[in-house]
């Protein structure tokens, strides 16, 4: 019975040393992903297309990002703010709302390299219903009600270096999110050996109360017995009296 707490004690050290690996394999996948997804986009670059907006055919760029349209989209939003843009003036769906055509809308955008404020209309799709994890980005640039193309060359190659400069940040938008995410797995996972821990305390807490009522049980059966023994003796008495009546 004394070999019990070292039992449950040797268990959860080896609870422990399994979560310790499992974080460790974790980081290291993660570290893994990282260099996969640089490796991806080093090489893309925005390129000429068309798209139809308003049932027209107007020209656009197009850019491959190996992300969900969640990671796209945000990434957008993101971007957008560095150039000191806010698409959350109205509100922080505001930007959602603000769709038309199937394409997000934001007005008077300054662009480096533009002479002029710019309208961008945004189009983010999956590229296909296996590929759930790319995204293909449409951008149309707008001017004065109408949609710009290489002709407005200072604008167009501004619109192009912006799109461009999608495939390096959206990297690093990306490693911000998965180490967040990373970081909230790590906090669960300690918070569960932090449990597990808490409760290793209140099971070697029970087993050391069980012990200690096994003890008194013990003492109690030893007294009990003396007791039967005690009280057998008297009825052999009480029978003895009856026989030499």
């Keep these: 019975m004394v070999s ?3 039992t449950v004690k040797i268990g959860m050290e080896k609870t422990s040393f399994i979560y310790a690996i499992k974080l460790l394999a974790m980081k290291q996948l993660t570290a893994l992903l990282i260099v996969f997804f640089m490796i991806n986009i080093a090489t893309a670059q925005s390129s000429y297309t068309t798209v139809s907006y308003n049932k027209t055919s107007q020209p656009a760029l197009m850019l491959e990002l190996p992300y969900n ?9 993101d971007n957008l703010k560095k150039t000191g843009y806010d698409p959350e003036t109205k509100g922080k769906l505001f930007w959602k709302q603000n769709k038309l055509n199937g394409f997000y ?9 533009a002479k002029d404020l710019v309208d961008l209309y945004f189009k983010v799709d999956q590229k296909s219903k296996r590929e759930k994890n790319t995204s293909i980005i449409y951008l149309l640039v707008g001017k004065q009600e109408s949609f710009l193309s290489s002709s407005d060359e200072d ?91």
């Design 4 to 6: 019990a707490p070292k």
């Design 105 to 113: 809308i934001f007005k008077d955008v300054h662009l480096e390299g």
């Design 155 to 245: 604008t167009y190659n501004a619109a192009k270096n912006f799109l461009n400069g999608f495939i390096d940040k959206s990297a690093a938008y990306k490693l911000d999110l998965d180490i967040k995410s990373q970081e909230n797995v790590v906090k669960e996972a300690e918070k569960k050996f932090d449990k597990l821990r808490d409760d290793e305390k209140d099971m070697n807490k029970k087993i050391d109360q069980l012990q200690k009522d096994l003890r008194k049980n013990q003492e109690d059966q030893k007294n009990q017995q003396q007791t039967i023994e005690n009280e057998k003796k008297k009825l052999e008495s009480l029978k003895g009296q009856v026989k030499n009546s």
């Design 69 to 77: 349209t969640d990671v796209a989209e945000g990434f957008i939003i």
